[in-house]
């Protein structure tokens, strides 16, 4: 079973940065595919950025350009680096994994964690 604890959220003002992380036990990041998730206040989930196992990644349309998804096998983390913060990307910031690329490109992912708040002003 896989556990995936974040880390890394916080208060910071428009145009910070921040880099969250997300550490994998239970289960290596080299074989599963991952995604970082956000929801923000009274709004519905949407997805920020997946990378696959191969490393290809996928950003939404919002975040294109300013958030980097990446892994370290080493250490077993997943990562979001996010630049040029706005009011906009305020929410709960959630890991995601799957080891069935299908599911993880579907959305529908096995492995959740239990979240991290960004709120920037």
């Known amino acids: 079973h896989v556990q995936l604890v974040e880390s890394g959220g916080g208060s910071v003002q428009a145009g910070g940065s921040l880099r969250l992380s997300c550490a994998a036990s239970g289960g290596t990041t080299s074989t599963l595919c991952m995604a970082w998730l956000r929801q923000p206040p009274e709004k519905g989930r949407e997805v920020v950025a997946i990378?696959?196992?191969?490393?290809?990644?996928t950003y939404g349309d919002s975040v294109k350009g300013r958030f980097t998804i990446s892994k370290d096998a080493a250490k077993n983390t997943l990562y979001l680096q996010m630049n040029s913060l706005t009011p906009e990307d305020t929410a709960m910031y959630y890991c995601?994994?799957?080891?069935?690329?299908?599911?993880?490109?579907?959305?529908?992912?096995?492995?959740w964690g239990q979240g991290t708040q960004v709120t920037v002003s």
């Open positions: 990378i696959d196992t191969d490393g290809a990644t």
């Open positions: 995601a994994a799957d080891p069935i690329p299908s599911r993880c490109a579907a959305g529908d992912y096995r492995y």
